[in-house]
């Protein structure tokens, strides 16, 4: 158990549609950073936030969007969802922003769109 | 360009077997680190090593075992006595002091899907 949690481990929605995913870092961490991994693309990275200020900036689709509350735990908005937007999306933390800091992973929220 | 590659895209093993999950990473930074991470079939990623660029020293825990080599930028792993349980995709990270002002980037390679065989 890495300490991080992600909500919900498993979501099924239509196209059009819009969902959130959650995050919780592991206590401690002020950094949370959203991957999407997909069978033909790999695992791309998507954002980085540290207290609350986002950091880094992948290949996120203007239709997704993210934030960093208060409370460190983090959100990831993916809306006008399409069939390629099903993915195994992660959530990782870490302690600080500095390069060479480990990040650890979530267990993933499985989204499936139909 | 690819700055981590992992040419191997799958390996099978038989059970008891060692294998070796080559790993080739490429920077222009002297410093960097390098990480190697589990995804069994449950999903989850798992932190398995972190190894900076000044720590040429190999590395063993258990029956994993971890041999860095500046001078081919390669970071490979070995499994002794594989198991099933050792079934996984396995996924080797770098990440480049230079972007230490634009976050923790890290770079993964494209991943090792290993099988062992009972």
């Known amino acids: 158990d890495s300490g991080v949690t992600q909500t919900p481990k498993h979501l099924i929605t239509a196209t059009g549609q819009r969902v959130t995913l959650r995050c919780s870092p592991r206590s401690g961490d002020l950094s949370v950073y959203w991957y999407q991994q997909s069978l033909d693309q790999g695992l791309q990275f998507l954002i980085q936030?540290?207290?609350?200020?986002?950091?880094a900036k992948g290949n996120i689709l203007e239709r997704f969007s993210a934030q960093q509350f208060p409370d460190l735990h983090s959100e990831l908005n993916l809306s006008s969802l399409e069939l390629g937007d099903s993915a195994l999306y992660f959530c990782?933390?870490?302690?600080?922003?500095?390069?060479?800091?480990?990040?650890?992973f979530g267990e993933g929220s499985w989204l499936t769109v139909v | 360009a690819q700055k981590v590659t992992q040419a191997q895209t799958e390996i099978s093993v038989v059970e008891k077997e060692d294998v070796t999950l080559d790993c080739v990473y490429e920077?222009?930074?002297?410093?960097?680190?390098l990480f190697w991470y589990k995804q069994p079939p449950s999903g989850e990623l798992v932190f398995l090593i972190r190894?900076?660029?000044?720590?040429?020293q190999n590395e063993i825990s258990g029956r994993y075992s971890w041999n860095f080599q500046k001078s081919t930028s390669s970071f490979n792993f070995t499994i002794t006595a594989s198991q099933v349980v050792d079934s996984a995709v396995y996924f080797c990270a770098l990440s480049e002091a230079r972007y230490s002002n634009t976050g923790n980037q890290f770079y993964f390679g494209t991943g090792t899907s290993l099988t062992v065989i009972p």
């Open positions: 990782a933390s870490s302690v600080a922003d500095i390069s060479g800091n480990t990040i650890y």
């Open positions: 920077t222009r930074d002297t410093t960097y680190y």
């Open positions: 936030y540290y207290n609350g200020e986002e950091r």
């Open positions: 190894r900076n660029s000044f720590d040429e």
